[in-house]
């Protein structure tokens, strides 16, 4: 079974960047396709995808964050970055990290295993 385990939310300034990780225990390697969704204050059943990348680095973003934000991932270590730069008020929220059941699939429906969180807090 996957552990993974989200790091690095904190309290920023809009404009400033962050870089989450998302760390996966449990098991030697996760072919499948990985993913950050995040969940805004006050919107607890939309969690809005972000980004995801498969085994092989093919990268796909949400057209909102496109540009500022860029995904990374090691497979020999079983992370996952999160790079975000520029960050705005409307970034505010819980990103979650989450493995697929699919090698591509990323939609919120394929995703399979998923971190607790980590809070992002972007002010003005």
């Known amino acids: 079974q996957v552990v993974l385990v989200e790091t690095g939310g904190g309290l920023v300034q809009a404009g400033d960047s962050l870089r989450l990780s998302c760390a996966a225990s449990g098991r030697t390697s996760i072919r499948n396709a990985m993913a950050w969704f995040r969940q805004a204050p006050g919107k607890e059943r939309e969690r809005e995808f972000v980004a995801a990348i498969t085994w092989n680095n093919r990268t796909f973003y949400n057209e909102s964050i496109k540009g500022r934000f860029a995904i990374f991932r090691d497979n020999a270590k079983n992370t996952m970055d999160l790079q975000m730069n520029r960050l705005t008020l409307e970034d505010t929220a819980v990103y979650y990290c989450?493995?697929?059941?699919?090698?591509?699939?990323?939609?919120?429906?394929?995703?399979?295993?998923w971190g607790e969180g980590t809070l992002v807090t972007v002010s003005s």
């Open positions: 989450a493995v697929s059941v699919s090698v591509l699939d990323h939609s919120l429906g394929s995703m399979r295993t």
